[in-house]
């Protein structure tokens, strides 16, 4: 799972007290070429790199100077080697072309109940997932996917840009799995059809298992899926004649509901981060 970051300005530039000039130099001992010019940034508050550098986990802020000397850093693609130079959050921070998130990463796992809203602006008087994760975490999390503002279950959040972004886009798709609640049985015809895969706006959604649930009236079933495509669950059914009543997702990557009641959130352990990060 990722890092990402942000732009910058120089406390020290020039001569200082009338004193010789620094040289800069990149690795490999190389001087630098191209000297960044003075930014707008320059007058405002903003977090000194070495700090930056350090808050994004890849080094102390005694060993980022070390690094900023030798040329290993860059701020909005120009090399940066002035101790005491400032960024913004705002800013593009590189450590050997890696992009820096100045924030800890963290993995907050929601068990999201029905009626709360996940993204875009909701109706007046709508709530959002965010009310319920305020106090797990101060980060700037974001969801990863979606859940209808009806659904329930599973709803992971991070400020981890990088593994944020391989769970949406994995090449085959991430497990999930989901209990489903529908307006009439399901049919073992249908049940059957949706096994073998049905379409989708011409493209044939594949999954990995359906079945009905144990002691439950046929109108309950359990959905194994690895399709993140928007809505995915409702329209399967729908494609056939059915509509969703409930929707609850159990299981998300290797992630469970075990011991985190609705409503309830925790952060993911170090193994699950591992995990998420390999799938």
Known sequence: MSRNSKDSESKYSGRQGGGKRKKSYARGNAPIKKKMEKSPLSNQEG????????NSG????????VYIAAGNVTVNGEVVTEMGHRVQLTDDVR?????????KPEYILLNKPAGFFVTGN???GGRTVMELISKATKAKVAPVGKLDNKAKGLLLFTNDGTLAKKLAKPKSGIRQIYEVKLNKNLSNEDLETIKKGVYIEGSKVPVTDISFIDNKPHDEVGLEINSIREHIVTRIFKSLGYEVESLDRVVFGGLTKKDLPRGRSRSLTQQEVINL???
């Open 277 to 279: 990060g390999m799938l």
């Open 122 to 124: 909701p109706e007046m």
């Open 95 to 103: 450590f050997d072309g890696r992009r820096l998130n100045p924030e």
């Open 47 to 54: 977090i000194r790199l070495n700090k930056y550098i350090a």
């Open 58 to 65: 890849i080094c102390s802020r005694r060993e980022a100077d």
